[in-house]
């Protein structure tokens, strides 16, 4: 089975991608989904986050604060790579895991910064969803409701476009309407499967 990284900058599209892979029944690993699993209360990772970042990070029913750990990743870049160092090899672990449990022509792992973490050995291909940067800050700040200094420092902590472009095998132009992208899923999708098939 062949193993597409999905990646992209924050807002541009990543998801909306994925889910119309999903709609075309290709198995779909969101590497965000399992690191929300892995800091479920109770879970060996929510502890250790505890331990670095302190209590005052969990909400009253124990739960993670997402938005106040986010405000704190983003304006350290020392506590950005703590969290990365106590998530990442455990989201890699499960990912894997996933992966064997599958029977498929192939699948779609998303791993958001997949450009900024490192290699991912397991993968086959890396497509990466692209737009412009005023384009991604105006959907964050709807999506998010975030003003724009926020919005700029988290486009600011990621990978650049320039970086990401330069890991991919495909790119998929996000800067057009909802239909355009999933043509061009389509379209993919249908290169991947015949990348599958056995050669004679």
Request: hydrophobic share 40%; glycine share 4%.
């Amino acid at each position: 089975m062949r193993v597409i990284g999905l990646t992209g900058g924050i807002a541009s599209g990543k998801s909306a991608a994925a889910e119309h892979f999903a709609a075309l029944g290709v198995p779909v690993i969101d590497a965000d989904q399992i690191a929300r699993e892995l800091v479920e209360p109770g879970k060996p990772a929510l502890e250790r986050i505890c331990e670095r970042f302190g209590k005052s990070i969990l909400l009253d029913n124990g739960e993670l604060n997402r938005p106040s750990l986010r405000e704190i990743i983003f304006k350290d870049a020392r506590a950005r790579h703590d969290l990365e160092a106590i998530l990442h090899p455990l989201i890699r672990e499960t990912i894997i895991q996933r992966i064997d449990e599958l029977d498929a022509p192939y699948c779609i792992v998303v791993i958001p910064l997949l450009a900024e973490s490192g290699d991912w050995a397991m993968l086959d291909r890396r497509l990466v969803i692209d737009c412009p940067e005023d384009l991604q800050l105006a959907r964050l700040q709807q999506r998010d409701r975030l003003d724009p200094e926020q919005a700029e420092r988290i486009l600011a902590a990621q990978a650049s476009r320039e970086q990401r472009k330069a890991i991919a095998d495909d790119i998929i132009d996000n800067s057009h309407d909802l239909a355009h992208l999933q043509r061009a899923v389509e379209r993919l999708h249908k290169k991947y499967l015949g990348d599958c098939q056995p050669t004679s």
